[in-house]
């Protein structure tokens, strides 16, 4: 009995100590982000704040904070200490206001795979500077007497041979995204240097969503060797260029051109970063969005259907090896509702980060300097004022009225960072549909499976087996 009793204490002592030791360790961060007059929120562990809950159960955990606390909220994911705004007003606030200390807040893994010239990594002059520069490479004039035709030419090869095959969209649509911007930044065409350069870009932007631990075998180690083998190709192609003084009527020749514009005032360094920013961001929202417009069509028989209507609408009157042009594009007013429908219901981007400069007020609350702040846009897609049904895949609500210039549209950012690759992704992912559409007939395999939450992707490939229309 007496045994029994002792065991019996030692055990109370046991869990009292752990309930202890847990409710500090608990309390550690709420102590150490201590201030006065911060929003509502739990901080969570020391180190991982609460970046499990956020990773793990994604837009249900933000839910869930918000009907505890409201639309504004701290946490500590990823690293940092960080305001979470659902708040629409708010969120647009944020973006248009980037000149009063709300600068982009990437991860560091990012910044440093990406470039200290990278566009997300710079504000006032220099993000300027950078951002004249880019446009002026892929502003609709440009995509109309230039781009569009070099898209054009590279998915008619791209979409060849793919009937009666088992294919992973997933990896098609991602070599399609990346090999195409090779092709309308430098003219690389599919080869084996551009074979290697897509090895480095791959393991690149791996690199870019880790936690910066720079040990052997971490994804973030191999992505600063893959981003250092890219700047040494990328710093060969601008070589041989200047040498051969043969002009290629691309990206790249513009921005070598001198021609006293704000672009050839940029150093090489500047051009690479300014090159590497063109391709990854353009990369897996292009992709992403390509594969999932596949698959919502095959959902939705009669949303493809109409799509198909649109598009041998266009090939009719055309010689098989014809092209689209500038016209056919702007006539795809179909095409486009896809588009932003798929961006909309699959929430291809879920929100922006920012940090703030200095300590600064929001909605009553402080926003210390340096934290983050999560302008989480994902809920706006699915308000059921805007988007009636907002759950079904509907694109014809993008014919009715004019959806996507609301205030409340933020699909591609807003404010000063509103993303400048805009017409550019559009034009792309309609061209992929075109061929697409118009060339093949495609079915499910079964057995696929996407995650919507951190990003949209198929873990194991989104396989399909393809035939001849
Ligand atoms: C469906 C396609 C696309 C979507 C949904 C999309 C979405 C976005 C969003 C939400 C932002 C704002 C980021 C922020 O505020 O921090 C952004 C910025 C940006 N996007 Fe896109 N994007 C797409 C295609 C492209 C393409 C094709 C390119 C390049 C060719 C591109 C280049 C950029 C750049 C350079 C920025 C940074 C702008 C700045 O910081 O000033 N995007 N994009």
Redesign the pocket.
Known sequence: MVVFGGVLLLILGLVFSFLVISSAVLRWNELRYRKKGLPPGTMGWPLFGETTEFLKQGPNFLKNQRARYGSLFKSHILGCPTVVSMDPELNRFI?MNEGKGLV?G?PQSMLDILGKCN??AVDGPL?KT??GA?LGL?NPPMIRDHLLHKIDQFMRSHLTDWSNKIIDIQQKTKEM?LLS?LK?IASIETGSFAESLKIEIFKLVVGTLSLPINLPGTNYRRGLQARKKAVGMLRDLIQQRRESNCSQNDMLDCLLKNDGSTRSMLSDDQIIDLII???Y??YE??ST?SMMAVKYLLDHPKALEELRKEHFGIRNGKASEEGIGWNDYKSMRFTRAV?LET?RVAA??NG???KTTHDMEMKGFLIPKGWRIY?Y?REINYDQYLYPEPATFNPWRWLDKNLDSHPYF?????????????E???A??ATFLHYFVTRYRWEDVGGNHIVKFPRVEAPNGLRIRVFDY
């Open positions: 973006l982009p990437y566009i997300a993000h950078m951002r880019m892929i995204a911007a309308q920013a063109l391709v961001s353009g929202t292009v969005t588009i961006l291809v981007v922006v980060l920012r302008v846009t933020l699909l591609f950012g807003g404010g000063s960072r509103l993303c400048p690759g805009k550019l992704g559009i792309e992912i």
